[in-house]
Nanobody, 115 residues
Framework: QVQLVESGGGLVQAGGSLRLSCAASRNIFSFRAMGWYRQAPGKRRELVARISSGGSTDYADSVKGRFTVSRDNAKNTVDLEMNSLKPEDTAVYYC?????????WGQGTQVTVSS
């Protein structure tokens, strides 16, 4: 089992930036991927960005060029740098750990972008 704790959410104006961080309770080196998902009110949870154990990244089309995901295997953390934020980025952001046969989720952190 692995515990994931997110931090860094908050309220920001459109065009601003936030950095989310996710700390894992154990070594993430062997995990297939670490990622960030988000869920807005009334909508399904969706992938925002993910990074594989080899460093490959995937992004939702809506955040490409604005968000950057990174991982630090030595610190067991995965971060999401969010720039040029838009009101439509408002959601609860969840950290995810893909441990091949198991998926683990953090408790989520709220990001609110005001217009």
């Amino acid at each position: 089992q692995v515990q994931l704790v997110e931090s860094g959410g908050g309220l920001v104006q459109a065009g601003g930036s936030l950095r989310l961080s996710c700390a894992a309770s154990r070594n993430i080196f062997s995990f297939r991927a670490m990622g960030w998902y988000r869920q807005a009110p009334g909508k399904r949870r969706e992938l925002v960005a993910r990074i594989s154990s080899g460093g490959s990244t995937d992004y939702a089309d809506s955040v490409k060029g604005r968000f950057t995901v990174s991982r630090d295997n030595a610190k067991n953390t995965v971060d999401l740098e969010m720039n040029s934020l838009k009101p439509e980025d408002t959601a609860v952001y969840y950290c995810n750990a893909d441990q091949w046969s198991q998926n683990h989720w953090g408790q989520g952190t709220q990001v609110t972008v005001s217009s």
